[in-house]
């Protein structure tokens, strides 16, 4: 049982390079969600999705895109990196039935990146 | 902006000693609660999940949650050293549709 795949796990970009970090889930899940963890701190949402199609901002997503063309599948696209995007990348996914909450989130192993 | 606190740490207990975790959040509305661990250059792994007021055992956890209070608690009992790792709280809020993470307090137990 895979749960959350992310790739790469590492990376060392260029300023101004681009690329694309993988993120896929086998669990069915509805809701997918990519996160940035820097050094000490605690996770911030750059982008979530609800469902294949439908994607919205989270709270730091300059610099940042996403699509979701597949229930499995949420990759976060760099365009333009730049040195502040060095950080360590999680990808989450959740199922959500309704409101009102619910179950808590699955993550994957993370990907590292440095913009040099 | 809803917000979730938690005391930072680092939280130093014995071995053998309960472990306290404390966090408390800003959005009323907030219906499902959990708790992470998080290793040192490892992915947040579920520990608890806590839905309705009072207590949840699990093992050697309990998660407390008290929706008034607006105050969600992680106690660990019998800390082994094994258990130093940093402590993540994530709040359910958007009637579910997000979560919000604490900053995470960071334990430490001492054999």
């Known amino acids: ?116 | 902006q809803k917000e979730v606190e938690q005391n930072s740490g680092p939280l130093s207990v014995p071995e053998g000693a309960i472990a306290s975790l404390n966090c408390t959040y800003s959005d009323r509305g907030s219906q499902s609660f959990f708790w992470y661990r998080q290793y040192s250059g490892k992915s947040p792994e579920l520990i608890m999940s806590i839905y309705s007021n009072g207590d949840k055992e699990d093992g050697r956890f309990t998660a407390q949650l008290n929706k008034a209070s607006q105050y969600v608690s992680l106690l660990i009992r019998d800390s082994q050293p094994s258990d130093s790792a940093t402590y993540l709280c994530a709040v359910n809020i958007n009637y579910g549709q997000n979560f919000v993470f604490g900053p995470g307090t960071r334990l430490s137990v001492l054999p």
Request: hydrophobic letters at 30%; proline letters at 5%.
């Open chain 1, 1 to 116: 049982n895979a749960g959350v795949t992310q790739t790469p796990k590492f990376r060392i970009l260029k300023i101004g390079q681009s690329m694309t970090l993988q993120c896929a889930q086998d669990m069915n899940h509805n809701y997918m969600y990519w996160y940035r963890q820097d050094p000490g701190m605690g996770l911030k949402l750059i982008y979530y999705s609800v469902g294949a199609g439908i994607t919205d901002k989270g709270e730091v997503p300059n610099g940042y895109n996403v699509s979701r063309s597949t229930t499995e599948d949420f990759p976060l696209r760099l365009e333009l990196a730049a040195p502040s995007q060095t950080s360590v990348y999680f990808c989450a996914s959740s199922y959500i039935k309704g409101q009102g909450g619910g179950q808590p989130q699955h993550f994957g192993d993370g990907t590292r990146l440095s913009i040099l």
